[in-house]
Every structure is written in C-alpha cells, then in structure tokens.
C-alpha cells in the first residue's frame, strides 16, 4: 500500500525558510514522479515542483522558480521541497504526490496518490 507522509510544515517569517520532507513507501516502480502540490484556503491545489525518479529532472512553477529547489534522496526514499525566501502569499497545505509514470507534470489530476498534508504558514 502506497504511503506518503509529509512534514516539516511550521510558522516562518517573511524571507525566511523551511525544508519540506516526503517519506515514500510501499510500492515498487520502476518509474515514477513525486510532486509537491498546495492548497490555500479558497483556492484550487496547485503544482509547485516535481521530480522523476528515471533521470532526476525537475518542473517548477513560475511562483516558486528561483526559491524552491526540489530534491530525491534515493537511500531514504525521500522528496524534499526546499523553500527560502518565503512570501505570506507561500501560505498554504502542501501536499507530496505520486504519479506513476516517468513523464513530469505539476497537473494534479495525473497523480494517484496522496499524503495528507503539512501546513506552511509565512506571516510575521
């Protein structure tokens, strides 16, 4: 049974940084694509940035591009999503996703599975 499980969500400044962290677990593919997605209050879930286990390439969002770098440890099994310099509107749940399939996509509608969400909260 597939298994994400985000954390490293937390309270930070403006400017600031945090480093996200997803444990994946309990599937074995040959391919795959682990993405990091949010979601504000009111808003629609959003891709951010992604990462294919075939050739380690990433896709990041206009929004996040230049701040947020993206990473696979392949020992742990895990993605992790480093933020820095952090804006109030970086507020939101973020979610780590898996799509089975080697073909980067920030569509949330192409992954198939979920974890549950770690809440990032950017205000002074």
């Known amino acids: 049974q597939v298994q994400l499980v985000e954390s490293g969500g937390g309270l930070v400044q403006p400017g600031g940084s945090l480093r996200l962290s997803c444990a994946a677990s309990?599937?074995?593919?040959?391919?795959?694509?682990i993405g990091w997605f949010r979601q504000a209050p009111g808003k629609e879930r959003e891709g951010v940035s992604c990462?294919?286990?075939?050739?380690?390439?990433?896709s990041e969002s206009d929004s996040v591009k230049g701040r947020f770098t993206i990473s696979r440890d392949t020992a742990k099994n895990t993605v992790s999503l480093q933020m820095n310099s952090l804006k109030p509107e970086d507020t939101a749940v973020y979610y780590c996703?898996?799509?089975?399939?080697?073909?980067?996509?920030?569509?949330?509608?192409?992954?198939?599975?979920w974890g549950q969400g770690t809440q990032v909260t950017i205000s002074s």
């Open positions: 996703a898996l799509r089975r399939s080697p073909w980067r996509t920030l569509r949330a509608n192409a992954y198939d599975y």
């Open positions: 309990g599937f074995t593919l040959d391919y795959y694509v």
């Open positions: 990462i294919s286990s075939s050739d380690d390439r990433t």
